[in-house]
Every structure is written in C-alpha cells, then in structure tokens.
C-alpha cells in the first residue's frame, strides 16, 4: 500500500546506499526537524520538516538566510522517512544523491500555518531559530524567507568586490612588530565564499574560477561560513617550489577538456594568507594578528589549499631559508596593520631573494638563425604616472621554442605602424604592437636610463592592467 514514500524508495537501492526505507509513521509529541549539510554533485543543504509520519523535504542550494533582507531558492524534493532525522554519512557514487551528508542542525519546531503553497514554522535548533516562511513560486521551486529580525543586527551583506591590499618592495624590517610570510611566485586570489561555492577574482578583477576547478572544493569546506580570503593561486614543480612557468600554462588555457585533465595531473595549491570578511562582518579593520587568528581558527587546510604559517621575529633567518629553498622571498607584514583594499602600505613589505617585476611588452626585434624573422626578444617598457609609456629595453632569454611559437601567434594581430614609446626609443627594426601584454620577468639591476639589465622572461600575465605596470622600487 502506498504510505508517501513511494517516491523516495524508487530513487533508491537500499542493498547499495546506507540510507533508511523506512515508513511512514505518524507520531504524538513535539515535530522535529533536521537541516543537512549534502556535499552532492552540487553542494546544498536539505530541509526536512516532520509532517504526517514522513519528512517533507527540501534541497536548499546557499543554505538558511539569517538575513530577512534575503530569500533563498528552496527546491522541493521526495519526502524521506523519519529515520532520516539521524542519517549521515556517505551515499555511494552512481547512487541517487551521492556524496557526503552530515547532520548540519536539528530540533523542534512549532507550525504556525501548513498549506499546499506554503509552510509557515518557528525552528527551536541549536543554528537554526526563529519563524520562517517557505512560499511556493512555480512547479518544484519554492523560497524560504526568514520573518524574525536578524540574530546579529549588526551584520551587513557581502561586498561584490574588495581590491587587493598592495605591499611595497623594501629592505627586511625587523622587530617584534612585523610579522613574515613566504612570498609566493604566482597568481593573486580574492576568493568569495558564500553558500558553499567559491568565486576567485584576480587582480585586475576577472572571474578565474573556471580555470582551477581543484579549488572549488574549497568552497564546501567553508560550508555555511561567507567568508572573503586573499592569497596567491601557485604551481608547484616536482621540488614542491612555485613555478610560474607551470601556472601560466593553467592561466591562458581555453579548453574546459584541457583544464580538467591539467587541474587532475598538476592541480595548483591557493595559498591563503589573509580573511577580508566572515559572516557578515568585514575584518579589514582589525590587526593583521587578529584577522590571521579568525583565519586560524577556520582551519583551512584541504588537498589544493591551505593558510601557510606566518612567523614573527627572526625575518633574516627565514629569508635565509626562503633563499637556499629557491624561493622568490618574504612578505613582512606589521602586526598591527589594517587591511587597505587597492593600497600599496609601508605597512607591507617585499623582500625579494631575486629581482622580479612585470613589464608591458610593446613590441619584438627579430633573431638570428634559426629564429630569423621571428621572435628573438620581446620589447619591454613601463608605465609612467602620466599614463604613458617609457623603454625599458629587451628581454631575450628565458624562452624554450614553444613559447616562441605560441609568442609569435599572440604579438602579430597587435602589429601596429608607430611606435607607443615616449621619450627613449627601441633600435629601428623593432616591430611595434598594441601594448596590451604584461609579462614578469627576473633581472639583475636597472641602469641609470631606467632600463633593466639581463632580464629573464617567465611568461605572460593576464592578471595585471598594463597601466598598473610601472617601473620596480629599488629597496
């Protein structure tokens, strides 16, 4: 005989999945509830409600709003069994809801009204409290709406964007006060974590998201948290050391096939250093020592990310260290310092075991040999405060035969007839493009005409606006 469960036991193999068949099963007393943490394909959270001996259930994709301001998408879904009031664990791959389930919150709740196109209930949970409306809006999607006043008045929504806080290259400060962490050789991150999913923008503000796929997991393990971190997306070589090299084939791919397969056999690691914002309150007031220990106590650590330690005292002998390991240097950081979104601060400090800056690339000079009429060195300037261009001289080292290649195709459709260069200008047989390309480059020193000496190109960059690119502090 049908009990309401037909549904649900259709999707199901209970030979294979752990979960319950159960039965409906009316019941006098207090009605429970029971809200699901559900790491599926999508990440979600189930509602389910006790209502005439079944759960009536609902798949809720960014969670229970805490703000009235906010109401979230509620997919109606099959009732389940009362059993499923203490499941979790883990549903087999190839089943009907596969992944990971865990009890977010459970209780007891008071209905206040219980129609076809709406359920209006007070929760009694130990996270969820207080009166909620869940409203039909068409076939299987409903919204549910939180009507009490906020628990925390004082939270406010997320921001859509915070630019990232900018360090000045300098020499090693020392003293109690500053604190030091490992510079990573690799791509700034502002990751935005809301409802389980993460959002990663560059620098110069793109959606990257799309091309680290290994890192959305991160997502997930932030749960309910809103949380905005900053950190550096870096590829590792076979040493474990940062490679540019290697990240800069992960930051120019298009095809999704190519991104996949490279996120599994070389996936990048998003080192976390910093938290922007955590449920609905900014940090960026707060000292660095404290925004490092709320971004302890989150406990960030998974396969492709992790929030790498900071140490305070004895910068010189941690510098030393990030030297004889091949690293690029330290970021020391005073401890007391706030976070300024889009601000280079003195607060911040660069200390660079090698010289490295990134340049506008304005043009090509051709080779000889075998590289004659092709790319021999790239033309390099940076931008001045006035908006333009200044020569900064060529970099035609550090290139292997299939950069040139791939080089050659990106620089010949910006072929232009003038020259962009103010002031100084490149030998005669330069052919001029679009200065449209930022590209990082170590180097030994700059000349007293402001041009780098023995460059070494490590590859392009898309992260960084071209008029962002001025000439290198020297510490």
Do not use: C
């Not at 030091?180 to 050789?185: A, G, M, R, T, V």
Request: proline letters at 6%.
């Amino acid at each position: 005989m049908a009990d309401g469960l037909d549904a649900y036991r259709a999707k199901r193999d209970f030979d294979e999945t752990p979960e319950p068949a159960g039965e409906r099963a009316p019941r006098e007393g207090e009605l429970r509830f029971v809200v699901q943490e559900h790491s599926a394909r999508a990440m979600h959270w189930d509602l389910r409600l006790e209502h005439e001996g079944t759960l009536a259930s609902w798949a809720v994709p960014k969670g229970i709003p805490t703000d009235p301001k906010r109401n979230n998408l509620a997919v109606r879904t099959e009732d389940h069994p009362l059993e499923y009031l203490d499941f979790h664990g883990e549903i087999p791959a190839g089943h009907y809801g596969a992944g990971t389930m865990k009890i977010f919150d459970r209780g007891t709740f008071e209905v206040e009204k219980w129609r076809d196109a709406e359920v209006m209930v007070v929760f009694h949970g130990e996270r969820v409290r207080g009166k909620y409306v869940l409203f039909k809006t068409g076939g299987k999607n409903w919204m549910i709406h939180r009507m009490d006043p906020p628990e925390d008045p004082d939270s406010e929504p997320m921001p859509q964007r915070v630019a990232p806080m900018l360090a000045r290259i300098g020499k090693l400060p020392v003293g109690e006060n500053w604190a030091y962490e490992i510079k990573w050789d690799g791509v700034r991150a502002i990751g935005y974590a809301e409802g389980g999913r993460l959002k990663l923008e560059s620098r110069n503000a793109n959606n990257i998201t799309a091309r680290y796929p290994e890192l959305r997991p991160l997502g997930r393990a932030l749960g309910t948290h809103e949380a905005i971190l900053d950190g550096e997306v870096v590829a590792l070589d076979a040493d474990g050391r940062p490679s540019f090299q290697r990240l800069q084939r992960r930051m120019h791919l298009t095809s999704e096939g190519m991104v996949r397969r490279l996120s599994q056999s070389e996936p990048v690691v998003y080192m976390i250093f910093d938290l922007l914002w955590l449920d609905g309150h900014s940090l960026m007031e707060l000292t660095y020592d404290e925004r490092r220990k709320h971004l302890a106590e989150l406990e960030l650590t998974g396969p492709t990310w992790q929030a790498p330690a900071h140490h305070v005292g004895n910068g010189a002998a941690l510098l030393e260290a990030s030297k004889a390991q091949g690293l690029e240097g330290l970021v020391a950081k005073r401890r007391d310092s706030t976070y300024l979104p889009g601000r280079r601060s003195q607060g911040w400090v660069k200390v660079k075991n090698v010289r490295n800056t990134d340049v506008v690339v304005a043009g090509w000079v051709g080779g000889d040999g075998g590289r004659l009429g092709k790319i021999g060195a790239l033309v390099i300037g940076f931008t001045t405060d006035d908006g333009e261009l200044r020569y900064a001289g060529k970099v035609g080292t550090g290139f292997n035969e299939a950069e040139l290649k791939r080089l050659q195709g990106i620089v010949d459709p910006l072929a232009r007839e003038t020259s962009p260069f103010t002031g100084t200008q490149p030998e005669k047989a330069t052919h001029f493009i679009e200065p449209t390309l930022v590209a990082s480059v170590d180097y030994g020193d700059m000349t007293d005409a402001g041009t780098l000496r023995h460059p070494v190109y490590k590859g392009l960059r898309d992260d960084i606006d071209p008029a962002e690119v001025v000439a290198p502090e020297e510490p």
